[in-house]
DNA sequence: GATGTCGTTCTTGTATACAAAAACGTTGAC
DNA sequence: GTCAACGTTTTTGTATACAAGAACGACATC
């Protein structure tokens, strides 16, 4: 029997309140998930725990934790952040970066090209992922990568959705090798706005998306 | 008894933590501090969590948590970090911000002001981040708003050791200003910079800081 | 009939008991 | 004398038992 089992019930539940298995507002039921996982509470309260500090559930004192899916305010203020602590990767990987990485940019996203031709969305989602992650580890700044990391791991489902939107596809790949470009150039400012652009506007479509699939919500 | 005690302890420790009442390395036993706050283990492993999660501690499987103590690479990196991010908000207050919170912030000022004159360092502190935390929220997004104060709180031991620093107060005043000037310009770009520059010297001066202090380590 | 209060039940928070893995020391062989 | 293997001990991870607060409902009162 494995150790940590904790660690792993609390990634399974963070998968599955991610793909909406469990609506916003819902209660997280301590037996219940425990019978579920056949393990006891403790684990699951230790998960719970990791969940709450994510943001992805709150725990209200003597109540209970509650599923806490971020609305289309808060979700464009997540990707304006997002896009911001990119552009911050983006200046500083300007003036850091080597050709032996900006080369292996490009190769991603060349990879990343051919999925868009051959339809693969999955392969473009993978790739695409890749390059972001990239950036991040250019800046040459670790704390900084890793909290991008974070918060990009935390937004996956919301860009996962706005990618199937129609020619964005072509139009990011696009966005990426402006980045490149304008990182091969050293040129700070460029960079940033490149990059701060490609991500806002995920932000922005995704809330498009939202107000087109439910137009006279509330 | 209150309940929730888990929570308390988690601060307890983190203060303890950050005040340098433990090493760095040092292995934080379960037994021992359930003793010493009259707990069961379970309370403290709660605690244990959180502070994983915050990256004060690192949990080991099966071997226990350490106290994680950043190093000075980290330690520039984190402001370096904070920097850009206050730029972000910057950035968005010098849109959005009213006369009413512009006001307010000179008000923060005058009176930080005043506390330098008399030489109240607590007093200079608790106003200096007043102006900090207002200008998260004036940069109107609630997100970064809360990421901000995240960082902004794991760093405060460390600005607080370099505010002794001589001179530097006055000169922190006078950066405070130039970044409120910007803000009532409407200057994005000069606002950014000025709260950047403000912000990423703190780092610098505490590198420097611990430099001088252990002049021959390593 | 509505509302407030009391009691039951359910759920969370904490303590304790148990299991398993790792650290450590001891002992034995080379 | 050194090194390795085994057993003991300590410590973490999990299960279960217990305590206390909150939700819910019934009953009484106005």
Chains 1, 2 share one sequence.
């Not at 080597?98 to 339809?119: F, H, I, P, T, Y």
């Not at 790739?127 to 990239?134: I, T, V």
């Not at 990426?176 to 150039?185: G, M, N």
Request: one cysteine or more; aromatic letters at 6%.
């Amino acid at each position: 029997m494995e150790p940590r089992r904790a660690e792993i019930i609390a990634d399974t539940l963070e998968g599955m309140i991610l793909d909406g298995t469990f609506a916003d507002g819902a209660r997280l039921d301590e037996v219940q998930l425990a019978a579920r996982f056949k393990v006891s509470r403790t684990p699951i309260r230790e998960a719970f725990q990791r969940l709450a500090l994510s943001g992805l559930v709150e725990q209200i004192p003597r109540r209970g934790v509650f599923v806490r899916q971020p609305g289309p305010v808060e979700l464009i203020e997540m990707f304006e952040v997002m896009a911001g602590m990119e552009a911050i990767c983006a200046r500083l990987a300007a003036r850091r970066i080597s050709d032996r990485a900006l080369a292996e940019m490009r190769n991603v996203n060349a990879r990343c090209q051919q999925a868009v031709q051959a339809g693969d969305t999955d392969l473009y989602y993978r790739e695409n992922e890749s390059f972001h992650h990239m950036l991040y580890r250019q800046s040459g700044n670790g704390f900084l990568e890793q909290e991008c990391l974070r918060l990009h791991r935390r937004l996956k489902p919301f860009r996962r959705l706005q990618l199937r939107l129609r020619g964005r596809l072509g139009q990011s790949m696009a966005e990426h090798e402006a980045v490149v470009d304008a990182l091969a150039d050293g040129d700070e400012a460029r960079a940033a706005e490149a990059i701060h652009a490609h991500v806002a506007v995920q932000g922005e479509k995704f809330h498009h998306l939202m107000a087109s699939l439910k137009p006279a919500a509330e």
